[in-house]
Structures are given as C-alpha cells and as structure tokens.
C-alpha cells in the first residue's frame, strides 16, 4: 500500500503532518550524496524555527516527513523545497527542475494514525529494496544519531516505537569509503545543534531528502 495522502487545507495550528513531495518526473536525484547531503542542510537549517521535525526519509526521489509546523504548513514546505533548489542553483551549479509542483499532506489524527505513518517512513527503503532493515538507511530518521523533535503529547505510540527507532550516537554521512564530500549537517558541526553528531565528520554542508528506488 502506497501512502499518498491527498492535500488538505493546512494552518499553522500546531498539528502534526505526513508531507509527500517527489521530484521533477520522479528523477532520481538524491542517489548522488552531495545533493542528499544538500537536502538535509536545508532541512535542518528550519528546524526549531519554522517546525519541529519528528520523523523523516529521503528517497532517490521523492521525500516523506513528520512534522508539526510552527507557521503555515504551505510555508514550511516551501521554505525546504524553495531553499533546497536555491542553494542546488548555488552550491551544485544546477538549473534543472527539481521538484514536481505542490505536495501532499495528511494530518495525523491520533496515535495510532502517528505509529502507522512512523512505520511507513522507517519501512519505505526496505520495500525498495535499499537495505535490509531500517536502521541500515543513512537518509532516514531509523538511521542511529538523528537528532529529532520529541513526538507530541498526544500523539505517542508508546511501546510500537521501539523496534524501529534507532538512538545510538552515530554518524549518519560517516560512510565506509574515504569520502572528502563537502556537506553534512550545519556549519558547526557538533551534536548540540539541529541534525545529528557530525563531531568526527571533516564535512562541512549539504544534505537531501526524498524516496530512494
């Protein structure tokens, strides 16, 4: 079953959303690292001031979020998309199109309707056959040293988190290969601000999200 919830009218009520958007002609984008690491700088740079970011995949082309917005749901997508191809434009050199146009939302109801959204982000990368189990996808908020919003009241599963949600204080762009990748995180570096621990990591900027095939 494909989740792929149908736009509604969306204020910034403080209320939890699943946000879909793919990119232009579903093109598999965010294979290439530099433009995931892209991705997740600009997420995470409006995170805390435009939304509280709980859960999260990225895709070689499409995304999927839970979010709670602290502005207008319309406003937060478009400061991602928006700020993600304005900086494609600056740091990639890229003038292509990259996303399809508009999104779309579900607002999570209750707890139950949260732990089914949860797992469907985490289970994502494994139905495509990207790894195994969901602790083993870097692009997704399974992956260990994520650091995320809590869930809010409310809306938490309680126990059905726990086989799924990784914790461990890792680093999530820290790959096998002796990458010089310029990009991950913020320009800190460090666990205390918006993203993960990139303490060890010499990168210094970029990130992506979206539904990897």
């Known amino acids: 079953m494909v989740l792929k919830p149908a736009r509604e009218h969306a204020t910034n009520n403080a209320q939890t959303y699943f946000v879909t958007s793919d990119t232009w002609e579903r093109r598999a984008l965010f294979r290439t690292e530099s433009w995931a690491r892209l991705f997740f700088k600009t ?31 319309e406003r937060a997508v478009q400061l991602i998309k928006g700020g993600f191809s304005f900086q494609a434009r600056k740091e990639l050199g890229s003038n292509m199109e990259i996303w399809q146009r508009g999104f779309a939302d579900h607002r999570i109801r ?10 469907y982000i985490h289970l994502n990368p494994v139905k495509r056959h990207l790894c195994v189990s969901p602790a083993e996808y870097r692009y997704s908020s399974a992956y260990p040293g994520w650091k995320l ?27 096998n290969s002796k990458s010089n990748s310029k990009g ?15 303490s060890k990591s010499d990168s210094n900027g970029s990130g992506s999200s979206a539904n990897m095939i």
Do not use: C, W
């Not at 919003?149 to 726990?162: N, R, S, T, V, Y």
């Open 43 to 73: 997420l995470l740079s409006h995170r805390g001031e435009a939304y509280l970011l709980h859960e999260f995949v990225l895709m070689p082309d499409h995304f999927h979020l839970l979010i709670t917005p602290s502005i207008a749901l």
């Open 110 to 119: 209750d707890a139950k309707d949260y732990d089914k959204h949860l797992h």
């Open 149 to 175: 919003d809590p869930i809010p009241q409310g809306l938490k599963p309680g126990e059905f988190l726990a086989p799924l949600s990784g914790t461990a204080e890792a680093v999530p762009f820290q790959s």
């Open 184 to 198: 991950n995180g913020n320009s800190k570096g460090n666990a205390n601000s918006k993203g993960y621990d990139n």
